[in-house]
Nanobody, 118 residues
Framework: QVQLVESGGGLVQAGGSLILSCSAS????????MGWYRQAPGKQRELVAA?????KANYADSVKGRFSIYRDARMVYLQMNSLKPEDTAVYYC??????????????WGKGTLVTVSS
């Protein structure tokens, strides 16, 4: 089992910046990737950015050039710059990990709200 705790959400004006942090704890065999997803009201959850253990990062087209993802062991950070009102959503930390009995298991945090005012 992996427990994920997010922090750093809040209210920011358009053009501003925020940093989201996520800490992973628990017993796993190996972590494959950690990342961030978001879900806006009335929309499906979507990938924002993720980084593999090997260091390969993947970004949604809508955030490329504005967001950066960083990982340090069991911490993952999302630096969000030039925020837009359409970035408003609940942001969820994700961890994909192998346990002794299950491969590729997805774990989720409870989410942190990011609100960007125009």
């Amino acid at each position: 089992q992996v427990q994920l705790v997010e922090s750093g959400g809040g209210l920011v004006q358009a053009g501003g910046s925020l940093i989201l942090s996520c800490s992973a704890s628990g017993t796993v065999f190996s972590i494959n990737s950690m990342g961030w997803y978001r879900q806006a009201p009335g929309k499906q959850r979507e990938l924002v950015a993720a980084v593999t253990t090997g260091g390969k990062a993947n970004y949604a087209d809508s955030v490329k050039g504005r967001f950066s993802i960083y990982r340090d062991a069991r911490m993952v950070y999302l630096q969000m710059n030039s925020l837009k009102p359409e970035d408003t959503a609940v942001y969820y930390c994700n961890c994909n990990a192998d346990t002794l009995v299950v491969s590729g298991m997805d774990y989720w945090g409870k989410g942190t709200l990011v609100t960007v005012s125009s």
